[in-house]
Nanobody, 125 residues
Framework: QVQLVESGGGLVQAGGSLTLSCAAS????????MAWFRQAPGKEREFAAT????????RYADSVKGRFTISRDNAKNTLYLKMNSLKPEDTAVYYC??????????????????WGQGTQVTVSS
């Protein structure tokens, strides 16, 4: 019942920063837990970060912890992923995803029914 559109991807040098956005429309944005996943060529789509509907509960994958920050602005119906200290291994298509927030974390793709089209992030060495 929600539509998601990612933006903000691009080419950056290693050590640089980039901020991704995900604009949501449709059903009430505030009722959804949101997440960022990423997928490199030839690899499985993997969890990066998730945030509860209120923003009070946040989890990160170990691979991005301390470098990435997930946030949301419910008034703007927008999810963000601020990425710092980028590494070449961060190169991937980044997807935002949504699910009805039932008070539990989810880090698996199968539990998110709503997905954006993805945005490419390329980190050069």
């Amino acid at each position: 019942q929600v539509q998601l559109v990612e933006s903000g991807g691009g080419l950056v040098q290693a050590g640089g920063s980039l901020t991704l956005s995900c604009a949501a429309s449709g059903r009430t944005f505030s009722s959804y837990a949101m997440a960022w996943f990423r997928q490199a060529p030839g690899k499985e789509r993997e969890f990066a970060a998730t945030i509860s509907w209120s923003g009070g509960r946040i989890r990160y994958a170990d691979s991005v912890k301390g470098r990435f920050t997930i946030s949301r602005d419910n008034a703007k119906n927008t999810l963000y992923l601020k990425m710092n200290s980028l590494k070449p291994e961060d190169t991937a298509v980044y997807y935002c995803a949504a699910r009805i927030d039932i008070g539990t974390f989810s880090t698996t793709t199968s539990q998110y029914p709503y997905w954006g089209q993805g945005t490419q992030v390329t980190v050069s060495s």
